[in-house]
């Protein structure tokens, strides 16, 4: 008996050092370059109170008529505003994944009741996607407000950051394995004809309220219009239908792994 339990420890023994051998860590890569960007030809168009449409570039202005308008932020901030969209590649173990990063501007009054003493810095937020989720542009209706949540491995916001620095903050808080409680939710109208495309891009929580991603949320009867096609009546971005399609995937760019990669080994 004393054999078979000391053969039987030999053999646990064993089968722990060859799990520990097979252990392997996870190899991650990162794209040094963005690999699509969206930063120009786009307005920001609102609907005001008194039912008129206005539109400012790049900024979504507050909803109060152009002879009455009262921001409470600096101008160029609107309620949400849009610098650039820059989409990375990410690699982990094979498997391709994006790095969506919409950076906009941001800032605080340094007298806040005087309006006096504007700071103004650029903030960026990230989403972690897999690319074969995100919608198709080519299964759009023409003129149909479509809204996709897609579920994100990684999320999060940057304040005062540089273009060049935001891979190396990403970096630095991700963490394996990948896991995020956060959407991605993409809101887009289309008119292929017109060669036109109407959207807004926010993280929204996957159980809980509270809109990211944005310089500040919209209600309507206490309810934000963020995640629900009824935005588009209120607001949104418009650019040309190519711009867009152009950071959103096609389908044989998915295929292979693209040579110029930052590898940062395993974590």
Not at 93 to 115: H, P, S, T
């Amino acid at each position: 008996m004393r054999n078979v339990l000391s053969v039987l420890l030999v053999a646990a023994s064993c089968s722990v050092l060859t799990a520990q051998m097979e252990r392997k860590n996870s190899e991650i890569s990162f794209s040094k370059e963005p690999i699509a960007t969206l930063d120009k030809d786009i307005v920001g168009w609102v609907k005001s109170i008194d039912g008129q449409w206005k539109s400012a570039e790049q900024t979504i202005l507050d909803n109060q008529p152009e002879d009455n308008d009262n921001r409470q932020k600096h101008k160029e901030i609107g309620q949400d505003n849009f610098v650039a969209m820059h989409v990375y590649d990410m690699w982990v173990d094979g498997k391709r994944l994006w790095i969506y990063v919409k950076f906009f501007k941001n800032g605080y009054y340094r007298y806040e009741q005087r309006k006096k003493g504007w700071r103004g810095r650029l903030d960026a937020y990230f989403y972690l996607v897999d690319p074969l989720l995100l919608p198709d542009l080519n299964d759009l209706k023409n003129n149909t407000p479509y809204t996709y949540l897609i579920p994100t491995m990684g999320a999060g916001k940057f304040q005062d950051i540089r273009k060049k620095d935001i891979i190396e903050k990403i970096k630095s808080t991700l963490t394996i394995p990948l896991h995020s409680d956060r959407l991605m939710a993409i809101q887009l109208r289309v008119d292929k004809e017109s060669n036109k495309a109407q959207f807004q891009i926010s993280s929204m929580h996957k159980v809980f309220s509270g809109i990211d991603g944005i310089v500040m949320d919209f209600h309507i009867r206490d309810r934000s219009v963020y995640g629900k096609n009824v935005l588009f009546d209120h607001f949104y971005y418009e650019t040309s239908f190519l711009h867009v399609l152009n950071i959103l995937p096609s389908r044989k760019h998915l295929v292979k792994q693209p040579k110029d990669l930052d590898s940062i080994g395993s974590y």
